[in-house]
């Protein structure tokens, strides 16, 4: 936001009143009709803090600068004092619905001018500077969102590889081939779109049931410690080994759990 004052009248005289009151404080720009006023604002719009508009002049009048301000999204930006002898409601509501900020009414007072336009000048350089500190931080969260991002597909990348090369390792162990993983994920997938058509409950979404069919390839995981002698066993198993077999699956929580900060949340569940 600029620091100068746009006045905009047809009468020489009341433009040099109103520079006369501002122009110790403000510079000053002066425009006779609206074709000026809105090619000022074309070239100097940033320069500009407030705009001082007549509503009745020649070629193009008040209410056609309004209109550019508005086309131009200016009047965010750039506040309008509206000076006028008129006091119609007609004319101050039709004003204030085009985005006028305030009125001055003529015959002029200094005190009243300098006032008027130091208020709502401090009220718009106020309000674009929150708006502008509303921006960066939103361009912020967007950058740490778009960040968080990145993160948790490393982070879900990272769990898929961790669950593949240690569904591998069971694998070797177990002397089973590479189609047994994958058979039972394909049999998680199905049982899970089944289930999340037959039960709506487990709220088991596309994303969750990702997790849940990646993770189905460490099923077997605890077997890694379970002795040969059992695990590759060729004949049945006696009371004692079953047992003894049976405790893979604690085993593998109890790996899984060992490896901290591996995994998401989700997936951990």
């Known amino acids: 936001m600029g620091e100068k004052i746009l006045i905009v009248d047809d009468i020489e005289l009341n433009r040099e009143i109103l520079a006369v009151a501002l122009g110790d404080t403000y510079p000053v720009l002066e425009a006779g009709n609206g074709n000026q006023a809105i090619e000022i604002l074309r070239e100097h719009s940033e320069d500009i803090a407030a705009i001082l508009l007549d509503l009745i002049m020649p070629e193009k009048d008040g209410y056609a ?30 004003c204030l619905e085009l985005g006028v900020s305030d009125f001055i009414r003529k015959p ?13 000048v401090d009220l718009f350089m106020y309000k674009n500077q929150l708006e502008e500190k509303v921006r960066i931080q939103t361009e912020n969260l967007k950058r740490q969102n778009k960040l968080l991002e990145q993160q948790t597909i490393k982070i879900k990348e990272n769990n898929d590889r961790i669950i593949d090369v240690l569904g591998t390792v069971v694998e070797y162990r177990n ?11 394909g049999f998680t997938r ?8 037959k039960y709506p409950e487990y709220s088991l979404t596309p994303e969750k049931m990702d997790i849940i069919v ?10 890694i410690t ?6 590759l066993k060729p004949g049945r198993l006696d009371k004692d080994e079953f047992e003894y077999m049976k405790s893979h699956t604690v085993k593998g929580c109890d790996i899984l759990e060992q490896i901290d900060g591996a995994w998401t949340m989700s997936t951990l569940r």
Request: hydrophobic share 45%; net charge neutral.
């Open 108 to 120: 002029f007072d200094s005190v009243t001018v300098r006032s008027r336009v130091k208020n709502i």
């Open 65 to 94: 600068v309004l209109q550019f301000m508005k086309e131009s999204e200016l009047l965010e930006s750039i506040p309008v004092l509206v000076i006028s002898a008129e006091s119609k409601t007609e004319v101050e509501r039709e």
């Open 214 to 223: 990646a993770a189905s390839a460490l099923h077997d995981i605890g077997k």
């Open 175 to 185: 002397l089973e081939s590479g189609e047994h993983i994958k058979r039972v994920k």
């Open 226 to 231: 379970i002795k040969d002698s059992v695990l």
């Open 190 to 197: 199905i049982l899970a779109e089944r289930a999340a058509k």
